[in-house]
Structures are given as C-alpha cells and as structure tokens.
C-alpha cells in the first residue's frame, strides 16, 4: 500500500482565491510528480521534481508553482484561481528517475467557482 | 509528435477474456506501463514491459512488440472489480511518461 497523501481532498472555492494542495510521502522517494485530469482524459504533467531544490516544469505549468524543501513534501501552489482550473489534481511519487512505475495519492478535486 | 492510441470504451462479460490494444509514436523508448484507474480514484500500477514478448501477473498479461510499437493488455476470468479505465504508458528516451486517454472497459454480468 502506497504512502502518499493529498491534502484537501476536495476544495470549492471562489475565483481569484490563492490555494496550497499538499502532498507528502513516507516512503523516501526522490522524483514527485504533480498530474491533472479531467474526467475520461489523459493525465497532464504540471510540475515534477527529481529531488530537494529542484523542480521542473511540466505541460501546464504556466500558472501554478511547487516546492521541494523537504524529500517527503510537494506542496503545489495556484497563485490566482479561475474556473479553468476545475479538476482533479493527483500528486505521484517513484523510487528512481528512471521508472514509470507511480505511486498516486488519493487525489484533489478542485471547483472553482 | 507522441502520440499512444487505445479504444475509448469497451464491454465485456464476466468470466470472459479481453484485450486491450496500445499503440504508440514516441521519441525513443525506455518501457511501457499499464495502469488501472477505477472512476473517481487515482491510477494503480498494473504491468511493466521493456522487453519483446509476454508478461503474466495472475488473470493480467501485458505483451510488447517495440518494432510495431504495440501493447496488448489480456484480462481472464474477468470480475465485475475489473470495471475501470486502463491506461497505457510509454516512457520516451527522456525518461518522460506519455499517457493515454485510457480505455474503459465495462463488464456485464
């Protein structure tokens, strides 16, 4: 059983809104990955990173932020929310930087209104 | 472009066999994954292939054929728990994920 948590599971707020969805593992994994998904779509890459202090970019990164202070945390941050960005937000962990083998937390859903 | 293509949806009977079909474009290889998502939960690891040929894990088997760029999952004495999405995943030669919309495979009883 994987080790990784999503805080908040499901989030209604107002646009314009600053939100923090956290993320944390217990199983010392180096590389986090950040996905969204809509419902019956493909998971899209936001942010990943290989390690502490580093952080990339993924497809839809342009408008949220992440950290990486701690191995085990992987906080995401919306700056300003819009309705756009309604949907489901999965957090992911993998033991090396080279496997597709992931470990997903339970997920946040997201409504902005 | 990278592209990885799977039927959108299909049916199949309880205690029955089904296959799913993968194909994909991608900028180089370094393995394909199969994942399971039940509808509203976060996707589960399922298989790994990076060699030609046939993986079995109990009543799932996932078969890779690099020079077609084709995957194939094969469910048995499928359950009603079978019912969800099942996403195929190929890593590129930059160790970067490429997803598929998934396939939803329904099952009757």
């Known amino acids: 059983e994987a080790d990784i948590y999503q805080t908040p599971r499901y989030l209604v707020i107002g646009t314009g809104k600053k939100i923090t969805l956290e993320c944390s593992q217990t199983?010392?994994?180096?590389?986090m990955y950040w996905y969204q998904q809509d419902p019956g779509m493909e998971l899209h890459l936001i942010h990943y990173s290989y390690g502490v202090n580093s952080t990339e970019k993924g497809d839809l990164s342009s408008e949220s932020t992440v950290s990486r202070i701690r191995t085990e945390h992987f906080p995401l941050t919306l700056e300003s929310a819009r309705p756009s960005h309604t949907s489901q937000y999965l957090c992911?962990?993998?033991?090396?930087?080279?496997?597709?083998?992931?470990?997903f937390g339970e997920g946040s859903r997201l409504t902005v209104l | 472009g990278q592209n990885i293509d799977q039927p959108t949806e299909m049916t199949a009977t309880e205690g029955a066999i089904v296959q799913i079909n993968c194909t994909y474009q991608t900028s180089g290889f370094n393995g394909l994954f199969w994942y399971q998502q039940h509808a509203g939960e976060a996707p589960t690891f399922l298989s790994y292939?990076?060699l030609d040929g046939l993986e079995e894990k109990g009543r799932f088997s996932s078969f890779l054929s690099r020079s077609k760029g084709y995957s194939y999952l094969l469910l048995k004495e499928l359950q009603m728990k079978d019912s969800a999405s099942y996403l195929c995943?190929?890593?590129?030669?930059?160790?970067?994920?490429?997803w598929g919309a998934g396939t939803k495979l329904i099952i009757k009883p």
């Open positions: 995943v190929v890593m590129d030669s930059n160790y970067q994920l490429i």
């Open positions: 992911a962990s993998s033991y090396g930087q080279d496997t597709g083998e992931l470990f």
């Open positions: 199983m010392g994994h180096d590389k």
């Open positions: 292939n990076v």
